[in-house]
């Protein structure tokens, strides 16, 4: 970006927040930082920063802007890449059947050792032994290895929160 423009977008945004005092440090401590950007994106960057923040928006929330606007537009230019080589829109986040396989093996072997200090300490309490706590992680683990798509039922049991939310979020 050439001065004149960063000095035009500054004049621009303070016209906007007319209460802020400036002095003439200020505005030449923001032109200097804005430099390094593209004028394009940093306007608008300012005018979504104008139109959502209450008070004037320092450098690094210009700077942040202008980073998710890069990055929202990197993801749909790959999204985009993708579709024209006729690929899904979206990567598999979980590990490939074979790998699949090999975790369901440890954690079978994980539950049996469980399942061996479990049953006798409960039969001393007199109780009945509960599930194994990971039985959960066993079913993903067996329909990953079957080759099943499990990336949506994988972050459900991974991130905490409610599962409806999940389901709504990762059909």
Not at 59 to 87: C, H, P, Q, T, W
Not at 120 to 144: H, S, T, V
Request: aromatic share 6%; net charge neutral; proline share 8%.
């Amino acid at each position: 970006m050439k001065p004149e423009e960063a000095t035009a977008l500054v004049t621009m945004m303070l016209a906007h927040y007319p209460g802020v005092r400036f002095d003439v440090a200020n505005p030449a401590a923001f032109e200097s930082k804005l430099l390094e950007l593209g004028a394009q994106e940093t306007q608008a960057a300012i005018d979504e920063l104008i139109g959502t923040m209450r008070f004037i928006p320092t450098v690094a929330d210009i700077k942040g802007e202008v980073m998710r606007a890069r990055r929202a537009k990197e993801s749909a230019s790959a999204n985009a890449r993708r579709m024209r080589l006729g690929g899904p829109s979206h990567e598999r986040i979980g590990p490939k059947p074979e790998e699949w396989a090999k975790l369901l093996s440890a954690l079978l072997e994980a539950s049996a050792r469980w399942r061996r200090m479990a049953e006798p300490f409960y039969a001393a309490k007199g109780k009945a032994c509960p599930p194994d706590p990971g039985m959960e992680f066993i079913e993903l683990a067996r329909a990953g290895s079957a080759g099943q798509d499990v990336d949506g039922r994988m972050r459900a049991a991974v991130i905490p929160g409610d599962q409806d939310e999940q389901e709504r979020r990762h059909p």
